[in-house]
């Protein structure tokens, strides 16, 4: 139902070292599965990464694609696809990317294989991406070359069919390719976010005081095309991915108390694995909330009350099999696991002030991490190195990030606004994270070393980002 | 029930009841046709007079004792005088969403980052445990909010502190478990929005919903 994603196909793919090579077998492994690079990359790989002058990155160009018709709509994907392109390349700062403004002047190909390399190689730049768009019916086909300005070789050579639905996803999935083509990075332009938002203003049902509605929202990794994934009119808040990204699991207040939901929001299936306790140990209802989905997909670490305050437990993602983790008073919330699904950190505040500890999923090794005067939502990268949470450093919070091996602190933010709910991009590099700087909360990403913040979200109040795997 | 604690309350002290008679009537009908209505519908017999209206006219105000056969001076009177009877009744007829609107059980207020029963909190919730004994079929969610600073995470875990915290002492107070769920919000919903202490004074609580009547 929720299906968004054309179905890119590849059709013809071709890499190779001369412009004919469109006709040749691909010389190293075929990109027509999406996930690993090829692990036999032979004598052409050098000639296939284009560099840059000594140490420098390479640099970049990505002129519009060009519309093989005039009518509005192949010109309209032609330069959105240009444009989504050169963002999703521009945001792991692989390359130096030329700012397209400087190349108005080129003149446009008029098709992949008629490239004026002087004028590019005039205006520095090593790599070189130009495309077509084709619109036959409702369906797109894109072709796409990658030249080494210098040899003027074609490197990366590709064709995608699919409907015209959502043409950035043309760009994202190009740029995802030449990331792992180029410099062997998983990118992340086909990932996306989910966060919880009040945007649509409607009130609690059922409720006397005005009470704001959160439902469950979905974006691209960039912020665009947002999407809301609830409708159930009452606060749903902290979701979180399946590995597989076809799920979401959050907390919902939907019964007058929270409970974990977790949404195949492909297939409409709606599932409460963790609300199986009727009552707690004081006659209660139990609170279950802040549930997290291991990294094999196969197991949920969340935040119940059911045996008198709030402790881990962990439990299949059916809600069968539920262990208890924890065993303390105060309260313990807020679990994340480490990408080898053999440890679990979290938020408790039994000494006082909430802050981090880690713990083995069995239940051993308790261990604390941090002495902020208040630390909460901690995120293991999924590098495993490192965790970012939130500590307060003011009146607000800023993102930190601590190394596991040095237990040595970085700060990302300084007090512009409150910053929290931090979530790592699947490789590590960038983290989403909610923030007040812009007024309301709004959803932001940032690089892993501070730089290259960006505001994801405007409508509302957005909060408690998660990324996609 | 409602005439129990209207005899307990004045049958000892043999008040002249034609005073107070006297006093009511000139406050005109509706009082009374309220509480003929509500006395009906109590099933109590013979309703004697509506006692509403005394300790202010007689005592308060002391601008209608002119007409009256000196009555007896009302500082005498049985103290504390308890809820009356009408506002009683009227609470029991109310809808559920009319009594949570105006709500009879008030919300305990907490300090910053605790879940500490303040000595204001404990006459709040020592008020509601009366209500709650005298409106024993109700069922209550005592919800546990916070104010806005402080993660939305761990304020889930302060408000259900706060809302355990009432729960607790309510049932020390004899009111049954079964009767008290509770439910945190933590920062999500504030009665006030703005961002300062004011408002947040208002948020830090143990808010009272009934859920059944």
Known sequence: MMRHFPLVSTVACATGLTLVAAQNPPPVGSPQTPAPPAPTQSQSEINLVISGDALAPP?????????LSADAETVAVAKTIGQVLWDDLEFEREFYMIPR???????????????????????????????TVQKTGTMLRIEIRLYNVRTRQSVFAKEYTGGAGNPRLYAHTIADEIH????ALRGVARTKLTFSSDRDGDRVVGTVEKREVKEIYISDYDGANQRRITVNRN????????????????????????????????????????????????????????????????????????????????MNIDGTNVFRLTNHPAADITPTWNPQGTQ???????????????????????????????????????LGTE??????????????????????????????????????????????????RAGKSQIFSIARDGKDVRQLTRTGNNTAPNWSQ | MICDSWRRVFRPAELDLRGIMRTRTRYGGPALMLAALTFTAATCSSPPPKPVTRPTTTSSSGTTNTRTPAPPTPVKEPIPVPPEPVLEDAVASKSIDDLNRDS????????????????????????????????????????????????????????????TAARTYLVSLGIPAARLRTVSYGKEFPFEPAHEETAWSKNRRAHFVITTK
């Not at chain 1, 880690?358 to 293991?380: H, V």
């Open chain 1, 180 to 183: 792992q083509q180029q410099r």
């Open chain 1, 235 to 314: 606060l749903n808040v902290f979701p979180v991915w399946t590995p597989d990204g076809r799920g979401i699991l959050y907390t919902s207040f939907l019964r007058g108390y929270p409970d974990l939901v977790l949404s195949l929001i492909y297939e409409g299936v709606r599932r409460e694995p963790a609300a199986k306790h009727a009552s707690d140990a004081n006659g209660d209802r139990p609170q279950n909330r802040l549930g997290v989905v291991s990294p094999d997909g196969k197991r949920i670490c969340f935040s119940s009350n059911r045996d008198g305050n709030p402790e881990l437990y962990v």
């Open chain 1, 387 to 436: 965790i970012a949470y939130a500590a307060r450093t003011g009146p607000g919070f800023d993102i930190k990030i601590i190394d596991l091996a040095s237990r040595q602190v970085r700060q990302l933010t300084y007090g512009e606004g409150s910053n929290e709910s931090p979530a790592f991009a699947p490789n590590g590099r960038h983290i989403a994270f909610m923030s007040t």
């Open chain 2, 104 to 163: 009879p059980l008030l919300p305990a207020f907490f300090e910053y980052d605790s879940s500490e029963l303040t000595p204001d909190a404990q006459k709040v919730l020592d008020a509601n445990a009366g209500l709650l004994k005298k409106y024993s079929t109700w069922m209550i969610s005592i919800e546990g909010h916070t104010d806005e600073r402080g993660t939305a995470e761990y304020n889930l875990a302060l408000g259900e502190r706060r809302a």
């Open chain 1, 101 to 131: 403004d400087t190349y108005r002047t080129i003149p446009t190909s008029s098709s992949v294989t008629d490239v004026p390399f002087d004028r590019w190689r005039e205006l520095g730049a090593d790599g070189l991406l130009v495309g």
């Open chain 1, 59 to 67: 640099r970049y160009a990505v002129p519009d694609f060009i519309a």
């Open chain 1, 344 to 382: 679990i950190a979290f938020t408790s505040d039994r000494r006082g002030q909430p802050q981090l500890y880690t713990i083995g999923a069995d239940g051993t090794n308790l261990s604390a991490l941090t002495s902020e005067s208040y630390a909460d939502r901690p995120t293991w990268s999924t």
